[in-house]
């Protein structure tokens, strides 16, 4: 039996790591469950980008839903994702609010000089920590907000019309029934 251990120990092994391979195959590593969704949105109160002494605070966005579209101007993928903030989020109909994350107010602007500004307003979250908060991982990320200001869906990775269609778009509805 002695002689039997290190085999079983070497097939559990190879066990575990082809449950792995298989699980990383079978999920997509971009669905990081979020514990904030149904939750209430964390606390925030930041500067407005480009005006700095003006902040925008969580209360003041309460009343009606919201997107919370995390980007930068460093982000390649915010580049990809841009087109489809421009359009087809726009046409969804709720405000987009931008969550200008660890950037340079300067860069983000000329970045919002040179693809488009789809932002009804930006906050600046130059340290990171409003972010660490929502449990921002990188950018784009992309949040719905109720009214109430509870997180309803998170997006990690950049919006695209499949995106839309098989997930924005039944958030959407979902929130629609909840609504009195």
Known sequence: MSRLLPLIGFLLLV???????????????REIASP????????????V?????????KASLLGKPYFLNVFASWCIECVHEHPMLM?????LGLPIVGFN??????????WLSEHGDP?????????????I??????????????AKGV?????????TPEVIEKEIRPALAALAKEAP
């Open 15 to 29: 066990g575990l790591f082809g449950f792995g391979i298989w699980w990383n195959t079978q999920h997509d590593q």
């Open 36 to 47: 904030l969704i149904d939750k209430p949105a964390p606390a925030f109160a930041l500067p």
């Open 49 to 57: 980008l480009g005006e700095p002494s003006r902040t925008v605070d």
């Open 87 to 91: 359009t087809d989020m726009k046409r």
């Open 101 to 110: 994350y660890k950037d340079e107010p300067e860069a983000a602007m000329a």
């Open 119 to 131: 932002f009804d307003v930006i906050v600046a979250d130059r340290d990171g920590r409003a972010g």
């Open 133 to 146: 908060d929502f449990g921002v991982y990188a950018a784009p990320e992309t949040f719905l907000i109720d």
């Open 151 to 159: 997180i309803r869906y998170k997006r990690i990775g950049p919006i």
